[in-house]
């Protein structure tokens, strides 16, 4: 990985291409966008493979996240609140939520902020 810097935005030379990264939304993502979705996506990804090798059927899978910030500490992200919004016939929510807190375990990128950022997971069946 390679980050170019340039006034308004710094290039991300990925394996994949380019990403941008910048402290205002119009000239690329935010660093607080990305560290959102790099533990929604992770999160999310790890749920999704157990449901696959359990043959649960999901029609609809959404993650939305709110996040806690603290002005007074570098505006730093207190607290990340991820709501799994699932839609399928005959869903097993208990089950669900199993699948939910073992997929907590083996999300690298929560493990990596476990005890810096509170992330509070949240399971909505439609």
Do not use: W
């Not at 308004?8 to 402290?23: D, F, M, P, R, V």
């Not at 059927?57 to 910030?69: D, G, L, S």
């Not at 929510?93 to 005890?115: A, F, H, P, T, W």
Request: aromatic share 6%; with cysteine; proline share 1%.
């Amino acid at each position: 990985m390679k980050y170019v810097f340039h006034e308004n935005n710094i290039e991300a030379e990925l394996g994949h291409g380019t990403l941008s990264i910048a402290k205002e939304a119009e000239s690329g993502f935010r660093p607080v966008e990305l560290l959102i979705s790099s533990i929604a996506s992770c999160s999310g990804f790890v749920f999704q493979n157990i449901l696959k090798k359990q043959r649960i059927q999901i029609e609809e899978f959404v993650i939305t996240a709110e996040v806690e910030r603290n002005e007074d500490k570098a505006n730093r992200v207190e607290k990340i609140i991820l709501i799994f919004h699932v839609k399928g016939n005959e869903l097993n929510e208990k089950k669900l939520q199993r699948n939910l807190d073992v997929s907590r375990k083996y999300c690298g990128m929560i493990q990596s902020v476990e005890g810096s950022i509170d992330i509070e997971e949240r399971l909505l069946i439609k």
